[in-house]
């Protein structure tokens, strides 16, 4: 259905905005979820064998280090047969294939070429906002679209430090069964089934089981942000060379910013009101005791 390649460098928000693309894309069209990394708060499919990523059909693929995780699977046929079985027919599958790469040169060129759309994170310098550029066609030469949200939920849906596991080869064996020879095209030709997972929340710490802490789903409203601003005639090379943004813009992020530091000053005031209030109700029993004491003394 769609190619879309997410670039950056180290830190620059491309696996948070994946996931935000892959909570978008459950939360609001219902599509079914793929990822080869692990996610809370979303249904999803865990893809790690070739013949899982082969079976995929009708949802979004979320994968996080794509050639990496693709390149850790095996020799050049293997590699070539995921790109010419795989990639190039999701269109005919209807399946958007969502994914992450540094640059652009990283990517398979016969993928590289067919691109649909590159999107372009930009964090802002306190790290709680991400602006999501997406542009239309394999060189980012128009902007279609620019997605603003807030990270932290984000952050909570998936393991900042989990590391992408090697995609297993679980095709190769099985080219040869016994003496007769098999074609990796009738390899491909099976779909195995894949199990659905829902982790609630993310544990605290490795040993915690997500399921004993559910949360609740999150809304729109705890995650987007809705700034009324239009670019025109914005680039790729314009974002990667940080000529992106307007006055207009900024101020209203840092508006949004303004308002909840204001918010969380209220609360932590308020919070300091209520413990005084509480040791004050304290003080009061106490004496009351005290008082009831020395008269049943008395």
Known sequence: MALLVIIG?????????????????????????YSNYTLYGIPYFKVETVSQLNALHNGYMGADEMWLWIESAGG?????????????????RNLTYAYTSQTLDQVHPHIRKIND???????NPSNTMCKLLIFAGPKGKTLLKTHYFYTAPIFKMYDTN???????????????KGRKSVSMWEVFRE??????????????????????????????????????????????????????????????????????????????ELMKR??????KLKKLEEKEVEEEVNKYIE
Do not use: H
């Not at 050049?76 to 005919?92: T, Y």
């Open 76 to 92: 050049e046929r293997l590699k070539k047969e995921i790109v010419r079985n795989i990639l190039r027919r999701s269109r005919k």
């Open 191 to 268: 779909r195995p089934s894949l199990t659905q997972v829902f982790n609630p929340t993310k544990p605290e710490n490795p040993s915690q089981n997500p399921i004993q802490n559910p949360t609740k789903t999150l809304t729109s409203n705890e995650i987007e942000l809705n700034i009324p601003v239009k670019q025109e005639n914005v680039t790729l090379k314009d974002a990667e060379a940080g000529s992106v943004g307007t006055e207009e813009e900024e101020k209203y992020i840092e508006s949004d910013e303004n308002l909840s530091e204001k918010l969380r000053m209220e609360k932590k």
């Open 117 to 123: 759309f590159v999107a372009y994170p930009i964090l």
């Open 9 to 33: 460098e180290l830190g620059s928000g491309k696996t948070c905005s994946l996931t935000y693309l892959l909570w978008r894309n459950w939360y609001y069209k219902k599509k079914i979820i």
């Open 274 to 279: 209520l413990k005084i209030i509480e040791n």
């Open 162 to 176: 989990e590391e992408i596991q090697d995609l297993i080869d679980d095709v190769t064996p099985k080219l040869k």
